[in-house]
C-alpha cells in the first residue's frame, strides 16, 4: 500500500483561462499543508478530451497552454497532465498525497455524479472558499455580450493583495505592490526594491486576459542571462474584457512575476523610460501565436456552443 504524506496535496481541475479564481484555490490548497517549508502542492490538469466529454464543450484554452500556464502558478510545486476528470484514491496514492483539495462548488462527471464521490467517503477531501464573481463562464458571457462589468476600475482590497503577493509556500512576502509610483508601496516584498536599483525592469503591455503568451516572454526576460527583477505594469484599457482587481490579481500569481505597479504616473513612466520592457503581441516563442484577439476569436467561433452552456449555468 503507498503512504500518503500529509504535507503532499493534490488539487485538479480545468483552469480554463487560468484566472485568479484558479489562482487563489491554488494559493488556499498550498496553505492547507502542516509544514510550509516542507509541503508539495499537485496540480493536475484535465486534458482537452476529458473536458469535453464531462462538459459538453471544448475549454477555450487548449491543454499545452494550461498546462504550461498552471505550471507557471508560483504556489505549484509541479504539474501533472492529463489528470482524470473523476479524482480516486488510486490516483492520490500514485502521487503518495493524503489529500485533494477543491472549491465549495459541486463538479459533475458526464453521468451526473460527484466527480470526488469516492475520495470525500475515505475523508480525503478538502474544501476552500470559492472566489466569487469570476469564472470561465462570466468571462465568454462577457466577450460574447461585450460587456463591461461594475466596479471594472477597482482596485483589489488590500488583504487580496498581501495573500496573492506571498511566496511559493503562501505565506512569505514576495511581490511588491505599488500604486503610480514606487514611492506608493501598498503591499512590501520579499526583498529591497531599491538596492541593486537597476536589475529593475517595469514591463509594460495589455495584460487582459493574462494568458500564456504574456507568460512566456516574461519567462524570457526572468532566465536571460542576467535576470532581472520584472514590475509588471497594469492598467485598465478601454476594451479590457477582464477588470483591473482581475487582471492585477492574475498577474501577481505568476512565479515570474517580482511585483506590480498599478496605474503608472506620467512621471514615472518618464524617469524610468530607459528600464520599461514592452511586451509584443506577437513573437516567435512556443506560444508567439497567442494574443488576446485569438482568444477572443475562440469564443465567437463557438459562439453558440457557448451561449447555449451560459444558458445552462444561467448566464443570459
Request: aromatic share 10%.
Amino acid at each position: 500500500m503507498t503512504v500518503a504524506d500529509p504535507n503532499r496535496v493534490w488539487i485538479d481541475g480545468c483552469f480554463d483561462f487560468s484566472h485568479h479564481g484558479h489562482a487563489g484555490a491554488i494559493l488556499q490548497a498550498r496553505k492547507t499543508i502542516g509544514d510550509p517549508q516542507q509541503g508539495w502542492l499537485i496540480c493536475g490538469v484535465h486534458n482537452d478530451e476529458a473536458i469535453t466529454l464531462n462538459k459538453g464543450t471544448r475549454p477555450v484554452m487548449n491543454q499545452w497552454e494550461r498546462y504550461e500556464h498552471t505550471r507557471s502558478n508560483r504556489w505549484s510545486s509541479q504539474i501533472v497532465e492529463d489528470a482524470p476528470y473523476v479524482t480516486e484514491p488510486s490516483w492520490l496514492d500514485q502521487y503518495h498525497c493524503q489529500y485533494v483539495v477543491h472549491g465549495d462548488d459541486v463538479t459533475l462527471d458526464a453521468n451526473g455524479e460527484n466527480c470526488y464521490r469516492v475520495v470525500m467517503e475515505q475523508g480525503r477531501f478538502l474544501t476552500v472558499k470559492r472566489t466569487e464573481g469570476v469564472s470561465t463562464s462570466d468571462i465568454i458571457h462577457r466577450i460574447l455580450g461585450k460587456s463591461k462589468p461594475a466596479g471594472r476600475a477597482n482596485l483589489p482590497t488590500l488583504n487580496e493583495l498581501q495573500m496573492f503577493s506571498t511566496g511559493y509556500n503562501g505565506y512569505e512576502p514576495h511581490c511588491y505592490v505599488f500604486q503610480n509610483d514606487l514611492d506608493n508601496v501598498l503591499v512590501r516584498g520579499g526583498y529591497d526594491h531599491r538596492s541593486c536599483d537597476d536589475r529593475n525592469r517595469f514591463v509594460t503591455g495589455d495584460f487582459d486576459l493574462f494568458h500564456v503568451g504574456h507568460i512566456e516572454q516574461l519567462s524570457k526576460l526572468q532566465n536571460s542571462d542576467r535576470p532581472y527583477r520584472l514590475i509588471v505594469v497594469v492598467q485598465l484599457q478601454e476594451d479590457s474584457i477582464m477588470t483591473l482587481r482581475e487582471i492585477v490579481l492574475s498577474v501577481l500569481s505568476c512565479k515570474y512575476v517580482n511585483g506590480v505597479l498599478i496605474n503608472p504616473s506620467t512621471s514615472f513612466l518618464e524617469q524610468y523610460s530607459d528600464r520599461l520592457v514592452q511586451l509584443q503581441s506577437t513573437f516567435g516563442g512556443r506560444f508567439g501565436y497567442l494574443n488576446k484577439q485569438t482568444i477572443i476569436n475562440r469564443v465567437l467561433e463557438d459562439r453558440l456552443t457557448y451561449i447555449e452552456r451560459n444558458k445552462r449555468k444561467g448566464l443570459h
